[in-house]
């Protein structure tokens, strides 16, 4: 039996179309999608540098200003689970996973360009290339890891250039002057973003076409996660002088639209940023596909799941795979099949933080937001800066705009409670007298 493991860096859930993008051409996802289980409420645990090291660890941040992680111990809860053998693919230029690749029995490091490249020379085309090739090969007998690691649409995006025009069509129609982008600018823009992930799009196809074909030897887990989201439609503003609304989205917002209207529309050296841990941030896209197996097919294909689950929850969901006993002591994460099957209770809160002094808790109705003080050294907490915590309510308040803190002190600090036990913040050290 073996597991593929495809992890991003950075993938908007708002530009797939199995989550509710209605323009954007991703047919591979959707298809992952159809014949698996989409995770409408997977939360990375920590955003701050997309570094996706909740992959890795399979442990939640402890403090909201850094993240020691116990890396060469937690790594084996995913991937050094005794008797598996692990193959990582891992993008150049992507995680220096150095304590990781010493546990895994095969690495490769796999380099590839997006600036005047061709489709298949992109990072991720060269991930699936050489993931696929192993997966023809013939191979002894025992259960292996596939992990495949990329940037996903890193910044600024730059896809080759057939992609990074293939939406201005969709822009031009709205009156955005698309003529006026070229090499040098459109690096922020939406439809380039667009383009690289129909992009990533067409090589994840690539790779469950060759997964579907080596399930009918053995007993496949296929997962596809994100360590971050983007809020991709906030471009910036100085090089276009346009104000894109909300017909190219599935959803309004009203904060870019009232905002819009303020400006007049007009050149603007300036553009609104949505919170560092909004929902287009922290709301990551997990998608899960047991292929070729029956049961699976016919109790979860195409099906939903609400639950709350995590980035931690990878390696627990591996555990559970291959039959292994729990790492208790090493995860703090719960297996994805279990959560499927509801063998026990819904997990009723998951933390998270930006790593820069913002922490937040969710709850199925709720997301408790809370920013820090300025810093007086570096991962220090100012005592003299009382943090005043916000509340928004969900899944109504997509972008975060109403905060009911006020209305709702009990649920606020009941919240606040949780998320300080759960995520302490890291306090400066007393002065040596």
């Not at 008797?83 to 690749?101: H, M, N």
């Not at 803190?405 to 949780?418: D, F, K, S």
Request: aromatic share 8%; glycine share 6%.
């Amino acid at each position: 039996m073996q597991a593929i493991v495809v992890t991003f860096d950075q993938l908007a859930t708002t530009a797939l179309g199995c989550y509710g993008n209605e323009w954007i051409e991703t047919p591979h996802f959707d298809r992952l999608a159809s014949r698996g289980v989409v995770f409408d409420c997977h939360f990375a645990e920590h955003v701050g540098d997309a570094t996706g090291m909740g992959f890795v660890t399979g442990r939640i941040p402890r403090d909201s200003s850094s993240c020691p992680y116990d890396i060469g111990s937690a790594w084996s809860v995913a991937a050094g689970i005794a008797g598996i053998e692990l193959a990582l693919f891992k993008e150049v230029d992507s995680l220096p996973w150095s304590t990781v690749l010493q546990k895994t029995s095969e690495t490769r490091a796999v380099a590839g360009q997006d600036t005047e490249a061709k489709p298949d020379e992109i990072p991720f085309a060269r991930l699936v290339q050489a993931t696929r090739q192993l997966l023809v090969e013939p191979r002894a007998s025992g259960p292996r890891i596939l992990w495949l690691h990329s940037a996903g649409v890193p910044e600024p995006w730059f896809p080759p250039e057939g992609f990074a025009t293939l939406y201005f069509d969709e822009y031009e129609e709205r009156g955005c002057d698309m003529a006026a982008f070229n090499r040098d600018n459109w690096g922020r823009h939406p439809a380039v973003y667009a383009g690289y992930v129909s992009l990533l799009d067409h090589w994840l196809g690539e790779l469950i076409a060759a997964a579907e074909l080596a399930a009918h030897s053995e007993p496949t887990l296929l997962i596809c996660a994100a360590a971050r989201g983007v809020d991709w439609m906030k471009f910036d503003m100085e090089h276009s002088g346009t104000v894109v609304g909300d017909s190219m989205t599935s959803t309004s917002n009203p904060v870019v639209e009232e905002w819009a209207n303020v400006s007049e529309r007009s050149t603007l050296s300036t553009v609104w940023q949505s919170p560092s841990l909004s929902d287009a941030v922290v709301r990551t896209p997990l998608l899960l596909r047991r292929l070729n197996h029956t049961d699976f097919d016919s109790e979860f294909a195409g099906t939903r799941s609400n639950r709350l689950v995590g980035t931690v929850d990878l390696g627990a969901t591996l555990e559970d795979f291959f039959q292994r006993p729990a790492a208790a002591s090493l995860s703090d994460g719960r297996s994805l099949l279990q959560e499927l099957s509801e063998t026990h209770s819904a997990r009723k809160t998951l933390c998270f933080t930006d790593g820069r002094g913002t922490r937040g808790i969710r709850t199925s109705h709720w997301c408790c937001l809370v920013k820090e003080g300025p810093s007086t050294k570096e991962h220090e907490i100012s005592d003299e800066f009382e943090p005043r915590p916000q509340l928004f309510a969900k899944p109504e308040d997509i972008w975060q705009c109403n905060d009911v803190a006020g209305q709702r002190p009990e649920i606020t600090a009941t919240l606040v409670e949780h998320l300080n036990s759960a995520l302490p913040v890291l306090k400066p050290a007393a002065p040596v007298t």
